[in-house]
Antibody
Framework: QVQLQESGPGLVKPSQTLSLTCTVS??????????WSWIRQGSGKGLEWIGY???????YYNPSLQSRLIISADASKNEISLKLSSVTAADTAVYYC??????????????WGQGTLVTVSS | AIQMTQSPSSLSASVGDRVTITCRASQGIGDDLGWYQQKPEKAPKLLIYAASSLQSGVPSRFSGSGSGTDFTLTISSLQPEDFATYYC?????????FGQGTRLEI
């Protein structure tokens, strides 16, 4: 059973960089054909896809965040990471990592972490 | 970006009711449509993918239909644990986008 666990600071100051890690257990990020994703949800708001990464290093980012975003993967640690720079209060959200299987008719975002709340405030 | 519009935004229903939620895409997405259920303080849970395929472990009272731009999620007989917020998602093209959500309440 795959499990994902997000971790990182719960409070980030405006203009600084938000950094989160997602640790995957129960399977290697190198096995199978998956994209490992970040998704966020502002308080009382809907879901926003941030971007994802394949263990090969291939990435896809949401254009609305692309200029401030880096997603990386460390296969030796079985982790994916998110860095979002120049944050504002609008980046306050629960951040989730999720698995996205590749392939026609594959179920999208079939496993999720529990999420971690990041607040941007001075 | 493809915009996903759900209706209604909220819905009151009772245990045993048949409920339908709709999702409309701003352009054709084939059958690249998923439905998720989210309960408070929990991560979303995948219910339906490829518009009509039931995710493993999801009760058969959930079903999905549609293709192109118009999609529906139907719950055939509401159970107490079904009261939650439901989201649709398109992964036909980047960026992947979600609907704004439908809150299903008693």
């Amino acid at each position: 059973q795959v499990q994902l666990q997000e971790s990182g600071p719960g409070l980030v100051k405006p203009s600084q960089t938000l950094s989160l890690t997602c640790t995957v257990s129960g399977g290697s990020i190198r096995s199978g054909d998956y994209y490992w994703s970040w998704i966020r949800q502002g308080s009382g708001k809907g879901l926003e896809w941030i971007g994802y990464i394949h263990h090969s290093g291939s990435t896809y980012y949401n254009p609305s965040l692309q200029s401030r975003l880096i997603i990386s993967a460390d296969a030796s640690k079985n982790e994916i990471s998110l860095k979002l720079s120049s944050v504002t209060a609008a980046d306050t959200a629960v951040y989730y990592c999720a698995r996205y299987p590749l392939g026609e008719l594959s179920p999208p975002f079939d496993y999720w972490g529990q999420g971690t709340l990041v607040t941007v405030s001075s | 970006a493809i915009q996903m519009t759900q209706s209604p935004s909220s819905l009151s229903a009772s245990v045993g009711d048949r409920v339908t939620i709709t999702c409309r895409a701003s352009q054709g997405i084939g059958d690249d449509l998923g439905w998720y259920q989210q309960k408070p303080e929990k991560a979303p849970k995948l219910l339906i993918y490829a518009a009509s395929s039931l995710q493993s472990g999801v009760p058969s009272r959930f079903s999905g239909s549609g293709s192109g731009t118009d999609f529906t999620l139907t719950i055939s007989s509401l159970q107490p644990e079904d009261f939650a917020t439901y989201y649709c998602l398109q992964d036909y093209s980047y960026p992947i986008t979600f609907g704004q959500g439908t809150r299903l309440e008693i």
